[in-house]
T-cell receptor, first 112, second 111 residues
Framework: EAQVTQNPRYLITVTGKKLTVTCSQN?????MSWYRQDPGLGLRQIYY???????DKGDVPEGYKVSRKEKRNFPLILESPSPNQTSLYFC???????????FGSGTRLTVV | SQQGEEDPQALSIQEGENATMNCSYK?????LQWYRQNSGRGLVHLIL?????REKHSGRLRVTLDTSKKSSSLLITASRAADTASYFC???????????FGDGTTLTVKP
């Protein structure tokens, strides 16, 4: 089944403890992107990648890192999480732009 | 600030009625997309309209795009209770790869 898989689905962590949210797609998509969704703010783009080894900042990149070493994986790294990064995170991919994005099921992160 | 802004924020209708949602944006775009999200779940792509298109249909969905007014509308005809969800517009800017989502319209369809 064609899909974008995020792990974990839920995560509670403490301030400052490095974490990685994984994202993998099995559709050979070139484009991948991370978003965070907060009440009243819609989805905001964190980072995106047009292809392997090519990443760019979205609108809210501060406090996040990404890497794209292989086409299928696009992990989101929080080196030192803070409570303001508590949010619902979505990974998405597409063959390339402009095509519709396929979204993962989301990762609900709580930083205490 | 968000590129896309949906209007209204919330819409409640009876099953069988039509639902219209609007999206406005601020800068030049390559295309505009509409997505549906059921509570807390991943977004599902509904339809994409390119900047050189004015209208597009997909089943009960009709999307229009007016680039002179920087606005788009999504019409859902003959709505069903299963259409209850949040609907988002997303714009892909001329800066390839950057996409911006609006805050969404929450649609409730009463059986």
């Amino acid at each position: 089944e064609a899909q974008v898989t995020q792990n974990p689905r839920y995560l509670i962590t403490v301030t400052g403890k490095k974490l990685t949210v994984t994202c993998s797609q099995n559709m050979n998509h070139e484009y991948m992107s991370w978003y965070r969704q907060d009440p009243g703010l819609g989805l905001r783009q964190i980072y995106y990648s047009m292809n392997v080894e090519v990443t760019d900042k979205g609108d809210v990149p501060e406090g996040y890192k990404v890497s794209r070493k292989e086409k299928r994986n696009f992990p989101l790294i929080l080196e030192s999480p803070s409570p303001n990064q508590t949010s619902l995170y979505f990974c998405a991919s597409s063959f390339h732009t402009p095509y519709g994005y396929t979204f993962g099921s989301g990762t609900r992160l709580t930083v205490v | 600030s968000q590129q896309g802004e949906e209007d209204p924020q919330a819409l409640s209708i009876q099953e069988g009625e039509n639902a219209t949602m609007n999206c406005s944006y601020k800068t030049s775009i390559n295309n505009l997309q509409w997505y549906r999200q059921n509570s807390g779940r991943g977004l599902v792509h509904l339809i994409l309209i390119r900047s050189n298109e004015r209208e597009k249909h997909s089943g009960r969905l009709r999307v229009t795009l007016d680039t002179s007014k920087k606005s788009s509308s999504l019409l859902i005809t003959a709505s069903r209770a299963a259409d209850t969800a949040s609907y988002f517009c997303a714009t892909d800017s001329t800066n390839a790869g950057k996409s911006t989502f609006g805050d969404g319209t929450t649609l409730t369809v009463k059986p």
